[in-house]
């Protein structure tokens, strides 16, 4: 009897725990992690970093506020806080078995199913689907997506009354309005689906509601229109690059990681990690690669100050480290300094415990855009390492409602720093004051707008007249992607930004021996159907040492330089008159100089400016921005060669090459391509010749300076030193391909 | 016969030793530092260091160009080049044994017996007077304090007639070059004398010639009323401030403590570090403490990118530490990560391998100034340690030609940023594009302006109208120095910065337990002969997050605020109608907020500009700027707290205290006393009662809001919590003199 009573009880117990028992990590797990987990330092400081907050939260009390304030408010920060003390003071109670943790979860979820059913539409909802416990729908699915794993942890030991009470009242209440009650936001492609179908996926396992659970992996219709799988097959393009760009995919990849993580625990059949060729675990290396001294590359919506230490990065790599084995993703984490307490955490800290870490290496990249990789791309040509020189050309598509109006725009970065930037997105987060911390109004007015950029502006409008579902409807065609020894080269070939106008450009970082580092070669190609004003901006970052070439200074009085499209939002310093030269700007930037050499295929004014004007909230941070202007011509060509060159150390008070090694830069049209020359200081030339069309024609022939440059293919470099010059003998071609004639 | 033989030959060599042997450093010691060095990591690393630029120096070859170029330029800086690398290679001939060091400082010195007397006048000499290898003597004086030392290491093993040659051609022609051909310079009372007679007193040494030695020490004439002793008395005050500032305390140090080093080593008897209380000790210790995140605060013509890692301050520390044994002074040196190939290096690095570093304190100083300590002071109110606030309050004397007209400005630093800057110097040092690398034009017409400064500017002209030798006439009164237990405060009162106008500043950096950080509290009293115009500037560092007072916005076309002494530099964003409320701006800079709340005795406008106007070359930082504006006043008083809030973390996506907690700034004005009375958020109540004269009477009374501020003494602070407000009770004064009546 007393036998058979214990096995009844252990069977009830048994099957208490299949019900109840933790299912988004096993309870073998937190036993793992309860043991092992002192052992590793990270695990160990994460976890104690997690106990000092939730002791914090555990002494603030149950504070539930009725939701009022926008982004950034009292009540918008205070459920922020709570969800995190719910997640960690579960994690906490498996980790240590104190019931003092459950027991605030209880409370705590015990307050929300008081609060939660009393509520309607977000009283500071605006624009977005308003949620109920935040402004928009989507800070209610990162609750959820966070709340359920605290909650899971904890639901075996509650009381089955308070297990129904916070069930009922809270859990499926907010699932259902997550999904059946606004299934314009449930139903998109989009990351804010993505927050919502995790949410209410996890949700599903834990509550053991398959019915759930379906409508995430497949929409509420469960025909694999909409949910989970088909975000999987239409956010990612086959090289794990997000749409929206890497802010957004930081944003996005959470709920991908970490929704996909609790589907294999669960049903591994599904093998959601090897769908579309492992495409999840690529989006984690690719984001990885799309950073710079830390931070994503901030192209379209997108604030600086995002990284790899981002708590959404943290997830990603743990997961992707557990599910792949990768060491070269230990080097993040160890970089992170940060861990996820859960298995895969666990994973990481004991690896880096044992030194299997190897360095993350950054490498040249052709990151395709769209879901079948054919909508355009981003090109990483990088060398030198993490802190060397990353140039990012941006031939993606549109990036939906986030995206900037900046076709072929690129950006520099060299010795740790930004050198040709991209503004980013005008948004303080979360702080009140600006806007209630939500996109500012000159993100649309400035920071959207393509003279924001680095890339072509016609008359003064931006690409697609700045309307972004426009845009949608063109990507642009990538010509040319190669990383080779010394010369890394991209291009690309933009139609439909604006109506009867094409552009190409192509973009090369070239090595040289006698310049210290490599030097950007630019090429932008223009064609359009009738005279216009072709304006490209340069915006860098940096003090100007050097203005290299005449301009009228506004000295006293500084006017703006147009009256809309973000024109409004530039105070003009200098107007050059127009000139046929190539002309120069030099800056420095934190010790090294910067030496930007710009010419064109007719005369362009050089405009500097800098944004700021027409700002009346203090909105913009200032930056500066230099501007070639060409008018009246319908075809055209502009070039460039931005050099890095010397160094200043204003503390051992030193200055070595402050001056450009490059004498001249020259540019040669030929009939079915280009070349751009540039003379060094040596007199060496070093010369790109650059096709028009990358599959025209084997062979191309450039009259320039009484030579000829020949070659076969799309492009090829040509090495001159300067006593062949003073000879008048061939070119030495680098490239087996190139050849120049006398 | 052999062994008297020997015995001769033996003396012979003695005393060609005692004439040609090492001095600067003994020939003991250099044997000390070869078996040595190697055991302690940042000896061995510096020796490493040293020898591979000192190779790529010798595989260079001896190049000793006629000097041609400005500082920055190819012959100046291949001098400098030379100075090093004569006096590192003359330390690894005495460290390795090996002769090839010696050659190459002996080939070298044999070339510049070749140039250097041919040499006139520099060529680019200008203003100051000219060198002979470089555009001013200053730095013919570094030239050879360096050299001479390579040349002392290697001169025993020299052939006599190279020696002859050197020393004839070289050594005794550069120095009497730099003493009896240049009295205007040698005999100087400033820091370009200094670098003078310490190269003539080394050479001195070096070459056994005792007058040059003492011409070195008491000045052409031998009289004491020139040279190092006097130098050593007049240049630093009794706290070890150096007139000029830090900036040029640090430069000047070098040559101070190295000579210093010299003499110590040589005349032991003149007990030279033990002058003046060991002022030359003192010296090290207080530039260090003239710090704040690794940077000299930047008052008067200073680069803001000097601080402790400079070689200046990396021989101040050896050699202070070696003398002194102060062991803080260790992680001082531990932070520099290099040590002096010198027996001080030596022995830092023997005590940092040994653990025996202890933390450097920043701790609240007052710096008094002059020679008697009577010419005012520098007041450092500090809290929190080294990236805490720093409350710099520049009440010293002008400070010779590089002093700015800034009397009682102030500069705060927190959270290891600039908040209330100082624009330092407009100078880039050694670049040619930029004037040359010598101090811009603008340095005299905005630096150096009192506009651009934080301190009261009078109808738009600058203090002492911009002339230092007036300035030198006048110096601020110290009235007060105290930095207790949460409260520290500093006052001084300036007179004759301009005709019939007297002012007074009171500062204080006060704690409060509902004010997360340390606020700043200041008052300015003016007393003026007659109505004026009183501007008032605030230089902070920052994005505006909310500007507290309606103004007139500059949106469209930028106009300057005035015509001259740095205002024509100033492009005006926004103007406010005058207005005799408390108002504030609030902005952030790097996750922290600020909000200075300000306010005065009548109406003023406040007035948002930045910097950048007028300015053709591009030679300005564009920097913003709040100013109060005060018409047709000759009595007035300005005040205002700064208070640091809040936390913003753009990775982590939260924001906390973004509002500040500081509900209303008060100020009563008493008969000898006024009062700046702050209520908190939660109507909580501080103030601060200041007498209006320390000194005067013992009893003070201000009435203030139906309320009475009694004290007695120079200063009070009074906590009046919200309950005690509400019922109308007694302020508690925390200060025991403080009391406050109803």
């Known amino acids: 009897m007393p036998a058979a009573a214990v096995g009844a009880a252990g069977a009830a117990a048994a099957s208490r725990d299949a019900d109840t028992g933790p299912v988004l990590v096993g309870t073998d797990e937190w036993k793992a992690m309860a043991e092992a987990g002192a052992r590793y330092p990270l695990f160990a400081r994460e976890r104690a970093r997690i106990e000092a907050s939730v002791r914090a939260a555990m002494d603030a009390g149950v504070v539930v506020p009725r939701p009022k304030d926008p982004g950034g408010g009292y009540t918008h920060e205070q459920h ?350 979360n702080i009140e004051a600006k806007a209630g911390g939500i996109y500012l109004p000159e993100n649309t007015s400035w920071a959207k707008q393509t003279v924001a950029h680095n890339t072509l502006v016609v008359d003064e409008r931006s690409h697609f007249g700045g309307n972004w579902r426009r845009g949608e409807a063109h990507a642009p065609t990538l010509l040319l992607f190669e990383a080779g020894e010394g010369l890394q080269i991209a291009s690309a070939r933009m139609d439909g930004a604006y109506e009867g106008v094409a552009f190409t450009r192509t973009q090369a970082l070239v090595e040289h021996a006698e310049l210290g580092l490599p030097v950007v070669v630019d090429l932008l190609r223009v064609h359009g159907d009738r005279a216009a004003r072709y304006d490209l901006p340069l915006h860098y970052a940096g003090q100007i040492m050097k203005v290299g070439f005449d301009a009228r200074r506004e000295l006293g009085q500084r006017p703006v330089l147009g009256e809309a499209n973000g024109y409004q939002h530039l105070w003009v310093d200098a107007v050059g008159e127009p000139s046929a030269q190539t002309r120069s700007l030099t800056w420095l930037l934190d010790g090294r100089f910067y030496t930007h050499h710009f010419g064109a295929s007719a005369p362009t004014r050089a405009i500097l400016a800098e944004s700021g004007a027409n700002d009346p909230e203090f909105n913009l941070r200032r930056e500066p921005v230099l501007i070639q202007r060409m008018d009246g011509q319908s075809q055209a060509s502009f070039f460039a060669v931005l050099e890095p060159h010397g160094e200043y150390n204003g503390s051992a008070e030193y200055v070595t090459g402050a001056d450009s090694r490059i004498r001249e830069v020259r540019h040669f049209r030929g009939a079915t391509a280009d070349v751009v020359a540039l003379t060094l200081v040596s007199g060496t030339e070093l010369a790109l010749g650059i096709a028009h069309y990358p599959s025209a024609g084997p062979r191309h022939r450039v009259a320039g300076d009484g030579h000829a440059y020949e070659w076969t293919g799309p492009y090829a470099r040509f090495d001159r030193p300067a006593t062949a010059r003073r000879n008048g003998s061939n070119t030495q071609a680098k490239n087996a391909q190139g050849k120049k004639r006398p």
Chains 1, 2 share one sequence.
């Open 80 to 429: 922020k806080r709570n969800y995190l003390a719910i997640q960690n003071a579960g994690a906490l109670y498996r980790l240590t078995g104190d019931r003092a943790y459950a027991d605030f979860v209880r409370d705590t979820l015990l307050e929300y199913a008081r609060l939660y059913p009393t509520l309607g539409p977000h009283p500071a909802g605006r624009g977005e689907i308003p949620g109920r416990l935040f402004w928009q729908t989507l800070n209610d699915s990162v609750w959820l997506v966070h709340a359920i794993q605290g909650y899971d942890a904890v639901r075996a030991g509650l009381d089955p009354e308070d297990r129904r009470t916070i069930e009922e009242q809270v859990f499926r209440r907010m699932a259902r309005f997550l999904s059946d009650e606004t299934p314009a936001n449930f139903q998109r492609i989009h990351n804010h689906a993505t927050w919502a179908v995790a949410a209410v996926g996890m949700t599903g396992y834990v509550l053991r509601d398959e019915a759930m659970v379906e409508k995430a992996l497949l929409g509420l219709s469960r025909d694999g229109e909409a949910g989970f799988l088909r975000q999987i097959d239409r956010l990612f393009s086959p090289d794990g690059y997000y749409e929206e760009g890497p802010y957004y995919q930081r944003y996005a990849l959470a709920p991908f990681v970490v929704f996909a993580n609790v589907i294999e625990r669960n049903e591994p059949q599904r093998r959601i990690f090897e769908r579309r060729d492992g495409v999840l675990l690529k989006a984690v290396d690719t984001l990885a690669q799309s950073s710079y001294a830390g931070y994503f590359i901030p192209i379209n919506d997108a604030l600086l100050d995002k990284g790899l230490d981002t708590a959404e990065m943290v997830a990603g790599i743990a997961i992707a480290y557990a599910r792949s084995g990768d060491a070269r993703l230990l080097s993040i984490a160890e970089r992170q300094g940060r861990v996820l307490l859960s298995p895969e955490g666990l994973e990481v800290a004991r690896a880096l415990a044992a030194g299997e870490a190897e360095p993350f290496v950054f490498r040249p990249l052709m990151l395709r855009d769209g879901p079948e990789g054919d909508r355009g791309g981003l090109a990483l040509l990088r060398r030198g390492g993490a802190d060397g020189q990353l140039l990012v050309m941006k031939n993606t598509a549109q990036g939906m409602g986030h995206g900037h109006f900046d076709k072929l725009n690129w950006l520099f970065y060299d010795n740790g720093r930004r050198v040709v930037t991209d503004y980013g997105a005008a948004r303080f987060l």
